[in-house]
């Protein structure tokens, strides 16, 4: 079970979104002020911190800096009543990974809280071996059959997103999300485009092919080798 620690000081929004996440699965912890979620830093392993910014004693930009200094790598999602690009910027360059302005959809919430999740398990693996293929992070490229094909990069991040967790279907919606961003003016079909150029790209693939699902989005599958 994924660990979240919830640092919010109104206890009403608290709630809610601690009881949204604990049905989504989650394990979740409170704090209610950056001081307090600090303290439990210390003691505690979490996956993903998720952190208003207007709070008392450290506010949410002071803590994601105390994270970052700390060495810790856990996503951080950003939750504020700014929605100024100024906030924006000081919440990115304080180390957030994702930032929501109030009022919170909590539906919007845990499918970002999700996609930061994936993204941290993909950033931390590098590397993805799927039957004899490889998938290098740090070069853009797939090594299959002796051959190495370098692929631009969000090819490459679709490519691996998919493969990172094959069998499971993803819906253009969360795709365009999580390759291009929540704020992209890109069209949905875009990512019709990148799955053409990837099934072209590996159309003799014995490891892994991308399959269709029909009124939902698209899933990888694992081929078993002969």
């Known amino acids: 079970m994924l660990n979240i620690l919830l640092v919010e000081d109104d206890e009403a929004l608290s709630s809610a979104i601690r009881e949204k996440l604990l049905d ?8 209610f002020d950056g001081k307090q979620a600090a303290e439990v830093l210390d003691e505690a392993h ?22 970052r200094r700390d060495g810790k790598s856990q996503p951080i999602l950003i939750i504020t009543a700014k929605s100024e690009i100024e906030d924006m910027q000081t919440g990115f360059k304080s180390g957030a990974d994702d930032y929501m302005s ?33 998938l290098d992070y740090d070069t853009l490229s797939v090594r299959s059959e002796g051959e190495r094909i370098s692929l631009a990069p969000k090819e490459f991040r679709l490519l691996f997103l998919l493969l990172s967790y094959a069998g499971r279907i993803f819906t253009r919606f969360e795709i365009m999300s999580e390759i291009w961003g929540y704020e992209t003016d890109s069209d949905e ?27 939902l989005g698209y899933k990888a599958v694992k081929k078993e080798r002969a």
Do not use: Q, W
């Not at 989504?24 to 704090?31: K, N, R």
């Not at 979490?46 to 994270?67: A, H, N, Q, T």
């Not at 990148?194 to 269709?212: G, M, P, W, Y």
């Open 24 to 31: 989504e699965g989650f394990s979740v912890s409170c704090a």
């Open 46 to 67: 979490f996956d993903l911190i998720i952190s208003d910014v207007m709070m008392p004693k450290m506010d949410g930009f002071e803590l994601s800096r105390y994270v």
């Open 102 to 134: 109030k009022p919170i959809n909590l539906k919007e919430l845990v499918l970002r809280v999700h996609a930061l999740l994936r993204r941290a398990k993909i950033a931390n693996e590098k590397r993805l071996l799927i039957g004899e293929s490889e």
């Open 189 to 215: 079909r875009v990512v019709d485009t990148h799955v053409k150029k990837l099934r072209a790209k590996f159309e003799n693939s014995k490891d892994f092919e991308i399959i269709t699902v029909r009124g």
